[in-house]
Each structure stands twice: as C-alpha cells, then as structure tokens.
C-alpha cells in the first residue's frame, strides 16, 4: 500500500549514500524488526475497526459515536506525521524510529484503559500520531541498509508487516476482543509493539549515516497545486474503503444476520483483497499514469452499488468485500506515484502528505457512514456515503489533473530512477 509513497525518498536516501557502502551485520533482522513496528501498527489501526460494537457496548455509546475513536486515529496521522517529520528532521532515524514505538506503546496501552469514550478519542490520536513518521523513518533505514539500488525492495519486504496486519493481525485481534474484551486487542497489539520495540534496539544499525537532513527543500513543494489535488483525490476517493472497512461488523451481523464469528473472516477477505489489488495496481502505476486510479474508482462505484441493494446476503457480501478491497488497493499506487511525481525533490514531506490523506480518508469514510447511521437509512446505508465521496474524487481527478498539465517541478533535480526501485521490486506488501 505505501511502497509508492516512499519510492522517491528511498531513491534519494540511496543518492546521499552512492559514496557509500554500508555494513550491516545483519539486514535481514534489521528489516523484520521494521515489518514487527508496520505489522503493530498496522494490527492497532484496522484491528480498531473490528471491534468498535465491542467498545461501543461496553462503554455505552451508539456506534456513530463510537467512529470517533476511528476518526481520531486517522487525524492523529494528518496532522502527526508531519508534524513530527518537521520537528525530527534532524534526528537520527534510529533513535526516532525507537521514540516512535514508545509513543505507540504509550497510545496503546491507554486505550486499552480509557474508561469512557472521550478518553479512547484521545488515546488513539496519540496512537495515530505515529505511524506516518514511522513509515517514513522506516524508508530511510530501509534504502539505507540494503545500499544502492536496492531500496525499493527493501521498503517492500518492511512493508509487508501492514500487509500481513490487514490480513491476519486485525482478525486475530477482533478474535480477542470477542474472545476476551476489546481491552485484550489493544493489550495484544502493545505485547507486539514491545517485541517490535526490542527488535528495533538490538537490531537498528548504530550510525551517524541515518542522521537526519533540512526539510527546506520539501516545504517549498508546498506551494504546488498539484500536490494540493492529489491530495484532495485521495482524501475524498479512498473514504469509501473505510466507509466500508469500518463496518463490516455490523454489516456481518445486522445487514447479512450472521453471528459475529463470522466478522474475522470478513475482515481477511477484505484484507486478502487489499494485498492483491496493492499488487496488480503497482504494476499499472508503473506502466500508465492514469489508468489504475479511473479503472480502480470506477470499478468500486459498481461494487459500492452491489453492496448498497443485496449486501444483506452472505454470498453477495463476502465477494463484494474482498472486490472493493482490491480495487481500491489498484487505485492508491497510482495516487501515490504521481503524488511523488509532482514533487520529487520533497519525498519525505509527499511521502506523510501521501499518508495523511489516506488517513483523511479514514476520517471522511468513518464520518460519512456515521452520517448515514444517524439518519436511520439502515446498516448498510454507510456504502451510500462513500459512493458519494469516491465519485466526487474521480470527477475532481478527470477534471482538474487528467486534463490539466502538471507544473514543472522546482528545486533539485530528481535523482535518477534506478530499475529495481518499484518497477522492478518484489516483496510481502510491495508491488512488482
């Protein structure tokens, strides 16, 4: 999902270090102590939205009212990861990527106790607050340690911790909230958090190579008009996966009638479909620049509609699912690449743009369906909110980017691409 989002950092992280050649005793370790932080994130992030009747239940709110906690997660990545990105510029990424963990483990661990709903509101803000500044960190130490030319594929295998959390590590903590309590997810997502936090001390290389750079560069991309409609493209076209992805429970047990142990496996069919969209749609963003992102919106529109007449039937349901997962998933390496493209020189900054508008999307999807809830349309009413929203991004990218040439970039010139970043790359997560 985010290995196009970092490709052009990971290639200038290589360009700073083509004098040298790094010694890592071992990178293979270094590389699964990252995946263990994206897989705990990953898991804390969607394993949320799996348990929100739980948590709602429990702390006696209606469900609308329980998507705050989503919500609030999704802005703590907004406005956290560059936040944070800006602040840490300098930093050794070693030593943030180990105060990120910490801080993970700090929001965590407090949603596992908030006593009320405004606490956990809290609670996973703080939590969101991490994860873009860790993927980002995460890309550096990546290109970093498997040298030149072999950045995207080291970024990708790290990924493949968020791909293993969409499929199996938020269905096994849904399995423990409804086994155990919601508070038993949180807790299981803070004991992986550790064992990633261990990982990340024994294992990070110790260098004054990963020491960080001035962002100057990257804030002047701001000024660009195209970076600011990608962004609007995504925030507004990707809202429908988690205008779904956020309620799937009650879509399972009040719209289809099934009983909850049927929710884990809704949860993998839908991450089973996000991994193999993520995969076919890295290929079509690195052969066509538009294709992937109309093909991926158009075809979830359809799907959206499906949901919204018969969802109400298992056998309609689980497919639909899994085909909304991956043709949103085809769609988002295309944003990614040409959001990276508008600005080459500011891959750091694009890269937590990037992932806060996705995040935006979280929000907007959460919120919309919430809307939707409260106005009594039914349970499955919520897909009606994202068809909305993904129709209005698709219309915005035809019209204002498809037939609008984009700005010629300012600043440094981008480094030159090598074969095996992106195109070329393979890996748990990444896209070929």
Request: proline share 5%; net charge positive.
């Amino acid at each position: 999902m985010h290995q196009h989002a970092y490709e052009g950092q990971c290639t200038a992280e290589e360009a700073r270090h083509a004098s040298t050649k790094p010694t890592i005793r071992h990178p293979k370790l270094t590389l699964l102590a990252l995946a263990l932080g994206t897989f705990a994130i990953g898991t804390g992030e969607f394993g949320s939205n799996g348990i929100i009747q739980l948590f709602a239940s429990d702390l006696d709110v209606s469900i609308p009212v329980a998507t705050y906690a989503i919500t609030a997660y999704a802005i703590g990545v907004v406005l956290g990861s560059p936040a944070i990105i800006l602040l840490a510029a300098r930093a050794n990424r070693r030593t943030l990527l180990i105060g990120l963990i910490v801080l993970f483990l700090v929001g965590n661990g407090l949603s596992a106790l908030a006593p009320n709903i405004a606490l956990l509101v809290v609670c996973r803000f703080v939590a969101g607050s991490v994860q873009g500044a860790f993927f980002g960190a995460g890309a550096v130490v990546a290109a970093y340690v498997y040298g030149p030319g072999r950045g995207g594929k080291a970024f990708a295998t790290v990924m493949g911790g968020l791909t293993v959390a969409t499929i199996a590590g938020s269905p096994l903590g849904t399995l423990i909230g409804q086994s155990v309590g919601w508070r038993a997810t949180y807790w299981t997502v803070v004991a992986v958090g550790l064992l990633a936090g261990a990982a990340l001390v024994a294992w990070l290389p110790r260098t004054d190579d990963l020491r960080g750079s001035s962002v100057a560069n990257e804030l002047r991309a701001l000024r660009r008009g195209n970076v600011w409609l990608m962004v609007a493209v995504a925030a507004l076209g990707i809202s429908s996966i988690f205008a779904v992805y956020t309620f799937i429970g009650p879509f399972v047990t009040d719209a289809a009638r099934r009983d909850a142990s049927l929710i884990p496996l809704a949860l993998a069919v839908f991450g089973l479909g996000m991994a193999v969209g993520n995969h076919l749609g890295g290929r079509v963003a690195d052969r066509h620049e538009n294709r992937g992102l109309i093909w991926g919106y158009g075809a979830v529109l359809g799907l959206l509609v499906l949901i919204g007449l018969a969802g109400g039937n298992l056998a309609v349901l689980l497919p639909c699912l899994f085909g909304v997962g991956a043709t949103m998933m085809y769609a988002i390496p295309t944003i990614q690449v040409r959001l990276t493209g508008f600005a080459p020189d500011a891959p750091t900054l694009m890269g937590a743009l990037n992932l806060a508008a996705l995040n935006l999307a979280n929000s907007l999807g959460a919120i919309g369906g919430a809307v939707t809830l409260d106005a009594g349309w039914g349970t499955l009413s919520t897909v009606w909110a994202g068809f909305v929203l993904t129709a209005a991004g698709l219309l915005l990218y035809v019209v204002a980017v498809v037939r609008r040439a984009p700005a010629p970039p300012t600043g440094p010139a981008r480094p030159r691409r090598r074969q095996t970043i992106g195109s070329g790359s393979t890996g748990p997560g990444g896209s070929a």
